[in-house]
């Protein structure tokens, strides 16, 4: 078994040589394996450039709201957005050298811009407008549409959207199909000319019209390389879809908060106009008390009258029965009145209380209206103004 002054002597020669060997077998491997990377991205060295272009673009969206606009030479590395098809901007790009295939020479690179239907890729312009209503200040009018003239990445998208459902237009940035006439729309194209430094097909500027497939197979006669981004796979990789969806969500929840605020206002009416019809039916029964009382005094004082009249005649004694009767059959009759309109006044009054509830319950509902709408539009434009930062 081993002592204590055993565990603690440290290594022993043997395991120090052992581990000497170790790292001296790992370094000397190092300049192999570097070599050998080297080798391979010698080997595909268009890919690499390709592969950082291609991240270099969707880098400079996210930062300019727009795809930057081709350079007229491929030495400039500037942006000329008079045109749609010309170099990579490599300097506007933040590049560090003009970006190249694999044969060395400068690839060419296109955008896809239509005047016609405001879908300019190379542009920053308004193309999404989260619209939702805002209330007028009667709720039977058709409410004012405002929308937000904030331009930023939501707008690119709505461009990439619209653009992505339109028909082929030959005369747009696009590329031929592989399988048949007829071609497709992209959103941007870099073609590398390969080992020579022209370019074959409909990759030829002089040519025009659309580039070659990036599928076609390479021959005796064209040995270009093509990748584009198309509308549809750049809408994806800038999430464009959750963007989107998120501020319509938001701008759907505003008109939600809309409508019901138009709901209160015509309840806080309702309610109002219950009430002066409440206030009206107190006045009325306050009448009709009036005239009850009113009554029941006359016909008590009628009453004595022809009393009086009948004890004061010689043969009044004998009819005062007869007259009594009658006359207070009518005193109470107008008692009664008197009585029901004082019920009715007391419901009235309560109706009236009830009526004034509601009302102060509506305005109060109503407020809660107000403030949804206030935080709802509040959210809605706080996403239109985030962009692409959600």
């Not at 020669?13 to 192999?32: S, Y």
């Not at 990789?237 to 605020?261: F, I, K, M, P, T």
């Not at 010689?314 to 009658?326: D, K, N, R």
């Amino acid at each position: 078994m081993r002592t204590r002054a055993t565990r603690n002597r440290g290594f022993t020669f043997l395991e120090m040589a052992l581990a000497l060997f170790t790292i001296g077998f790992i370094l000397a491997a190092v300049p192999r394996v570097l070599d050998q990377t080297r080798q391979a991205m010698l080997a595909a060295p268009g890919t690499t450039v390709t592969d950082a272009t291609a991240l270099a673009l969707n880098g400079f969206i996210l930062a300019h709201n727009r795809m930057p606009c081709p350079a007229a030479t491929a030495s400039s590395g500037s942006e000329d957005c008079s045109r749609t098809r010309g170099f990579v901007p490599y300097k506007a790009m933040g590049l560090a050298r003009p970006a190249t295939g694999g044969g060395g020479f400068p690839l060419e690179y296109a955008i896809f811009d239509d005047q016609a239907t405001g879908n300019r890729l190379g542009l920053m312009a308004a193309k999404f407008t989260p619209e939702y209503l805002d209330s007028s200040a009667s709720y039977w009018l058709r409410p004012e549409t405002l929308t937000s003239q904030q331009v930023n990445g939501l707008d690119f998208c709505a461009k990439l959207r619209d653009a992505a459902t339109r028909p082929a237009q030959a005369g747009l940035t696009g590329v031929k199909s592989a399988s048949g006439p007829g071609g497709v729309n992209v959103a941007w194209v870099l073609a590398d000319p390969g080992s020579t430094a022209v370019f074959d097909g409909g990759n030829n500027p002089a040519v025009g019209g659309w580039f070659e497939s990036p599928s076609r197979p390479k021959s005796a006669t064209y040995d270009d390389s093509v990748r584009v981004g198309t509308l549809p796979q750049v809408f994806g990789e800038l999430h464009c879809a959750s963007l989107l969806a998120g501020v319509s969500a938001a701008a759907r929840e505003a008109d939600y908060a809309n409508d019901q605020l138009r709901i209160r206002r015509y309840l806080v009416d309702l309610r109002d106009y219950e009430l002066q019809v409440r206030k009206q039916q107190v006045s009325q029964a306050e009448i009709r008390v009036g005239m009850a009382a009113l009554g029941s005094a006359v016909g008590l004082a009628s009453a004595s009258i022809t009393l009086a009249i009948s004890l004061s005649t010689a043969t009044g004694a004998g009819s005062t029965a007869l007259v009594v009767v009658p006359q207070v059959a009518a005193i109470a009759a107008a008692v009664a009145a008197v009585i029901t309109s004082a019920l009715s006044l007391v419901t009235a009054n309560e109706e009236k209380v009830e009526a004034d509830t509601r009302l102060a319950q509506a305005r109060s509902a109503l407020a809660s209206a107000e403030a949804f709408l206030s935080a709802r539009r509040t959210a809605l434009l706080s996403l239109d103004q985030r962009g692409w930062f959600q």
